[in-house]
T-cell receptor, first 115, second 107 residues
Framework: NAGVTQTPKFQVLKTGQSMTLQCAQDMNHEYMSWYRQDPGMGLRLIHYSVGAGITDQGEVPNGYNVSRSTTEDFPLRLLSAAPSQTSVYFC??????????????FGNGTRLTVT | QQPVQSPQAVILREGEDAVINCSSSKALYSVHWYRQKHGEAPVFLMILLKGGEQKGHDKISASFNEKKQQSSLYLTASQLSYSGTYFCGTGYSTLTFGKGTMLLVSP
């Protein structure tokens, strides 16, 4: 099994550009989520989904959109990139709809720089 | 609300012990622990659940005090491979992580 796969690994954008970070999992997990990681801030939740067709906002959702049309895929869209969105982005999944009692499986991350 | 971790950083020699703490102002259903090495993704270590159940790493131990809303991770006889940043995570329908504790084990 590949687990959680994120693409691309690295990306440089100019301010105002849009892009989509891809996340796919092959474990049939119900729960998927996006975090951003900035120095000294830990991991902050952007958006999450408890199943196909269901998404919700996390702690820092502004400037990002998500959709979950299939169980496997959970793309994160940056609508108009800003330098404040320079960060490392992690996708994570969990077997059940509520991750309190199951491990989060993380992808390898996407390092995004916005100039 | 973000759980609070202490200490922020620990430097150990190989073979020494360390304790990392995690506390929350909210009642906890569970506490997760993850380790992240530089440039890599966080990796699951263990979950401590209300009622005493634990899931995870055989060689790492942890405690969960439900009344005090606190958890501690015990790293005994540390090895070089223990170096990294440790995060605790709390919540029910989502997980909120602390800011992390950086652990450096030197030879």
């Amino acid at each position: 099994n590949a687990g959680v796969t994120q693409t691309p690994k690295f990306q440089v954008l100019k301010t105002g550009q849009s892009m989509t970070l891809q996340c796919a999992q092959d474990m049939n997990h119900e729960y998927m989520s996006w975090y951003r990681q900035d120095p000294g801030m830990g991991l902050r939740l952007i958006h999450y989904s408890v199943g196909a067709g269901i998404t919700d906002q996390g702690e820092v959702p502004n400037g990002y959109n998500v959709s979950r049309s299939t169980t496997e895929d959970f793309p994160l869209r940056l609508l108009s990139a800003a330098p404040s969105q320079t960060s490392v982005y992690f996708c994570a999944s969990s077997p059940t709809g509520a991750p309190y009692n199951s491990p989060l499986h993380f992808g390898n991350g996407t390092r995004l720089t916005v100039t | 609300q973000q759980p609070v971790q202490s200490p922020q950083a620990v430097i150990l020699r190989e073979g020494e012990d360390a304790v990392i703490n995690c506390s929350s102002s909210k009642a906890l259903y569970s506490v997760h622990w993850y380790r992240q090495k530089h440039g890599e993704a966080p990796v699951f270590l263990m979950i401590l659940l209300k009622g005493g159940e634990q899931k995870g790493h055989d060689k790492i131990s942890a405690s969960f005090n439900e009344k005090k809303q606190q958890s501690s991770l015990y790293l005994t006889a540390s090895q070089l491979s223990y170096s990294g940043t440790y995060f605790c995570g709390t919540g029910y329908s989502t997980l909120t992580f602390g800011k992390g504790t950086m652990l450096l084990v030197s030879p």
